[in-house]
Nanobody, 121 residues
Framework: QVQLVESGGGLVQPGGSLTLSCAASGNIFRSYVMGWYRQAPGKQRELVASITRDGCTNYADSVKGRSTISRDNAKNTLYLQMNNLEPEDTAVYYC???????????????WGQGTQVTVSS
């Protein structure tokens, strides 16, 4: 059973901040590049940020400078700190390997429930 449990989303005003968490299976966390994805209504799911096993990070242009992806190897937990949030950041946020997989099996894709981020006044 693959574990991908996202949390930390909520309603925040523009300019506010949130920190998202993802509790992941130990095996995939140790062995794979991890990423945060988001999907807004009517839009394709997009990769927001990724982080390698060694901590090298990449960010989508849309969030670069406002977001920080990190990982806690001891807790098998992935984080995304988002600052200066904009209405365009409103989406369901998911974690997964990068590229997405079913616990590291790229023949399938498993997604958790995600966590809703809503940026609105």
């Amino acid at each position: 059973q693959v574990q991908l449990v996202e949390s930390g989303g909520g309603l925040v005003q523009p300019g506010g901040s949130l920190t998202l968490s993802c509790a992941a299976s130990g095996n995939i966390f140790r062995s794979y590049v991890m990423g945060w994805y988001r999907q807004a209504p009517g839009k394709q799911r997009e990769l927001v940020a990724s982080i390698t096993r060694d901590g090298c990070t990449n960010y989508a242009d849309s969030v670069k400078g406002r977001s920080t992806i990190s990982r806690d190897n001891a807790k098998n937990t992935l984080y995304l700190q988002m600052n200066n949030l904009e209405p365009e950041d409103t989406a369901v946020y998911y974690c997964n390997t990068d590229p997405p997989s079913y616990g590291g099996d790229y023949r399938r894709v498993y997604w958790g429930q995600g966590t809703q981020v809503t940026v609105s006044s």
